[in-house]
């Protein structure tokens, strides 16, 4: 039953729970058939990340504010409503039937009618739901996230002449000060095109394995799999689990952003060498590096003991990964950390990497949740601070003559270039070869930072 399943995800992240982890758990649990699982995927991932222009659609048609509606109750309404709304696949009769039916197996059946009410009034004041464009009355046409829009026969979002921020923030689903911070950072135009990257669905990227893209691309055109290139990987779209796709038991492939497969070929490692990988689970950059150095290198992968770090120890396990070490530790107690390999002489690894905890705000679009955790600028300069001390335990344990990558998936300039120039202004003895940040782009990748530095002595 993928809506029951999501509604019990959605009940869960409401309370603090990540929904990724989440519902795994719950799908696990439920023993869900691969459609259905696919189904509960779509309707938990789209109801977060369209809540906030959801709440608003369903808020003037309730007597009582949302908030104060029973859990069951308002995300079911969510369900129903997303699925009137932003999904073409079910019809509205559907929609409605099944939020119901969810509402009364989540043991709320005197909410029923209420929830029905609700929804097929939602339903009869949607005028075309997928129209190519948004026509001249702006308040009335809601974008889907797909590149269509949604058109209501009555106003639905605030005027954007007059309140162009809390417009942009009801259309989008984000919050305003982030919004402000983006257009502050990125200008108007780009802003528009992170919000749009944060309301897409994003496709599966695939990195191939080195020397295995063409045996890759043969594999799903044989499958009759479409893919799209983007930067260093293969994109594919509703082609089920990852775990089914041509290559996965031959580990041809690495699911991974196109965004995060560009930051490791920046160390241009070499066969063999040693290299630390900093804040390492779940393991996308591990796997990457191990590529790197190849059979002969050493990379040691360290990350707070935990399930993330399990996970990265099943990835290695899985892929007879030899040249990986796993160590669970805290970076901020440097003294649990290694100054080298005795392999390689002990004086600091040839290249480290630390990839920080972040804000996320360059993945908006595949961690829903964040917007919504994200709770105002002081998160991020607390994370600022972290990522800086971060970087300073990495630098030393960078050989002279050895490279160093920060990198984030943020695209906030506090967790990015203002660490790194932070971190130069004080050290003299790296210098800054590279820096690239890259915005999200709908549907095609997340946004993220990266900047390469060297020890000089
Ligand atoms: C951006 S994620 C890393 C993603 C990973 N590099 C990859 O490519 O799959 C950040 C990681 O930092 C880890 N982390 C946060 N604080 C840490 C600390 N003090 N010591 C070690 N790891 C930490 C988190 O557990 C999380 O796995």
Redesign the pocket.
Known sequence: MPREAALETLRRVERGALARETLDGVLRRRKLEARDRDLARELVQGVLRHQETIDSLLAPRLKRPLEKAHAVDRNALRLGAYQLVFLDRIPARAAVHTSVEAVKVAGRPRATGFVNAILRRLASSVVNSSAAEPGDAPRRALPRGDGTWAIFDADVLPDPAAEPLAYLAAAWSCPEWLIERFTTEHGEEATLGILAAAAARPAVSLRPAPGRRAELQAALTERKIDFEDEGPCLLVRGAGAVSELPGFDECWFAVQDPT?AEVVPLLSLEPGEGVL??????????VALADGVGAAGVVLA???P?P?LKLLEREVKRRALAQVAVLG????EPEHLPRGLKSHGDDGFDAVLI????SNTGVLGQRVEVRRRLDGPHRIEMLAE?AHH?LLVAASRVRAGGRLVYS??SIDRAENADVVHAFLDEDSDFDLVAEQLTLPIAGRRGGGYAALLRRTV
């Open positions: 995060a990988d900093l804040c390492a689970a779940p393991g996308g950059k591990t360290v990350d707070l935990g993330r530790a805290d970076v901020v990839d920080v905890p972040c972290q971060l984030t998936c």
